[in-house]
């Protein structure tokens, strides 16, 4: 945990104080990181959380007046975990400003820029936004210099609220500090820690500390130990050490980034093209993939090199975004059983911008059970039929989450957790089915087949 040792006054200026305080050597490291993105990884209990307050004060004054960012996966874990911790430093303990509840925003006095900043821009507000990241939109409204991310690795703090997080920062090239126990394999892990890791842990934008749960001198030892030997060891290095691990119920372990993620390569346009969609008014998702070819032959591979996620669109604005850029008419299958209405108007085309957009053939489910659809989607993963393009961010992400609830003792269940949530793994899932790449059929010229009929298409 932190320590405020105290808050000095200045001899020579009242306004002005410095603040003492301890941090143990997993904090230090983080505080005084200079990369622009910072992920601190560290056990429960740890004094992540407590690191944040302190990292975002350093940075308001180091960066000025203006707006300034905290975000936390959920509303009802920013009013138990960060806001409490923010306004015992900025509020209670360096009395810097007020906090207007009802709008979620910390707004500096005049006396509190005096005292941090030396003087008062009559013009320039200085405040800190609060706001969860279950809503990515309420974060498109901020331009910050800085942003605090506690607990950024929770399955509800999503890959969209990360990206417009950024966005917010652009303009002042704004730092980010993440502090989170490490929760699954989703976005955290392929766009900060990956890179960070390729890169020889000297990437020239990321940082990545991380510690375990009794680098906080405060967290007994006894009850780490406790830890170790009575919980399972994905629970353990997760929350109690703050390592990367397949958490149980994680859906597609057969999926191996060392295996299945490749940089992108230019796609011959003469490869066949296949899409997966998952229909949705809001939440409308495609992956695109290439039937891989070697001097000329197909391998039996399909390479993932473009997603797609859209909403407020009609059937015929969907297939001409979908179309857009691609070479020729893929192979399309999506949407269950019953949504053979959205495949009916995706076929019949129609007019976008006042020209003619063909229709989109796009094959139902060969079977409606969710279960073989996900086990032929193992299936492809396993026979390393699948590779994909290590910048499709949306479909990794989801490839590292798509898990099963976990009952009273931490087993898996048969139920998805948050199922609503994995278009693009349903795209995919979709398309898997229909293929059945564990069961080619060779057609004339060598290439796959996914069943009877495919070849005439």
Not at 105 to 111: G, K, N, P, Q, R
Not at 121 to 140: C, G, I, Y
Not at 226 to 247: G, V
Not at 253 to 270: G, Q, W, Y
Request: aromatic share 10%.
């Amino acid at each position: 945990m932190t320590a405020l040792s105290e808050i000095i006054p200045s001899a020579t200026d009242p306004t002005k104080a410095k603040l003492r305080f301890t941090l143990h050597p997993g904090q230090s490291e983080a505080f005084e990181s200079k990369k622009r993105f910072i992920l601190v990884l560290a056990g429960t209990q740890s004094g992540k959380t407590a690191l944040g307050p302190l990292w975002l004060r350093k940075e308001i004054q180091e960066r000025g007046p203006g707006d300034y960012l905290v975000v936390t996966p959920t509303y009802p874990l920013l009013v138990k975990k960060a806001l409490p911790e923010f306004l015992h430093l900025f509020k209670t303990r360096l009395k810097l400003g007020e906090y207007q509840s009802q709008q979620k925003i910390f707004t500096f006095s005049d006396e509190g820029c005096r005292r941090l900043f030396g003087s008062v821009k009559s013009d320039v507000l200085t405040q800190v936004f609060f706001a969860h990241a279950q809503d990515p939109e309420s974060l498109e409204s901020a331009t910050a210099k800085a942003a605090w991310l506690d607990e950024a690795g929770q399955k509800k703090f999503r890959l969209g609220s990360w990206e417009a997080i950024q966005r917010r920062l652009s303009i002042h090239e704004g730092r980010a500090l993440l502090t989170t126990t490490p929760y699954d394999l989703g976005w955290l892990k392929q766009m900060l820690w990956d890179p960070w890791k390729a890169a020889g842990q000297n990437h020239p934008l990321i940082d990545v500390i991380r510690f375990d749960s009794v680098e906080n001198p405060a967290f007994p030892r006894k009850e780490f130990e406790r830890a170790r030997e009575t919980l399972p060891r994905w629970r353990f290095d997760l929350f109690y050490r703050a390592i990367f691990t397949r958490p149980a119920g994680l859906i597609y372990t057969s999926f191996d980034e060392s295996r299945h993620k490749c940089p992108r390569f230019d796609i011959p346009p003469d490869w066949r093209r296949f899409i997966g969609l998952d229909f949705g008014g809001v939440n409308t998702a495609a992956v695109f993939f290439a039937e891989e070819r070697v001097a000329g032959k197909p391998t039996g591979r399909l390479i993932g090199y473009r997603e797609y996620k859209a909403g407020e669109r009609s059937a015929a604005e969907h297939v001409y975004h979908l179309m857009k850029g691609e070479p020729r008419i893929p192979i399309c299958a999506g949407g269950s059983k019953s949504e053979g209405q959205w495949r009916r108007e995706f076929a019949a085309g129609g007019t976008v911008n006042g020209h003619r957009v063909p229709g989109l053939p796009i094959h139902g489910p060969a079977q409606s059970d969710i279960e073989v659809g996900i086990n032929r989607a193992f299936a492809a993963f396993a026979l390393n039929k699948i590779m994909i393009f290590d910048d499709l961010n949306g479909l990794l992400d989801e490839l590292g989450r798509y898990s099963r609830e976990l009952d009273d003792t931490g087993n898996p269940t048969e139920k998805i957790d948050t199922p609503h949530d994995f278009h693009g793994a349903d795209a995919l899932r979709y398309l898997l089915n229909y293929l059945q790449l564990d069961k080619p059929q060779p057609t004339c010229n060598g290439s796959f087949v996914a069943r009877p009929g495919l070849r005439n298409l």
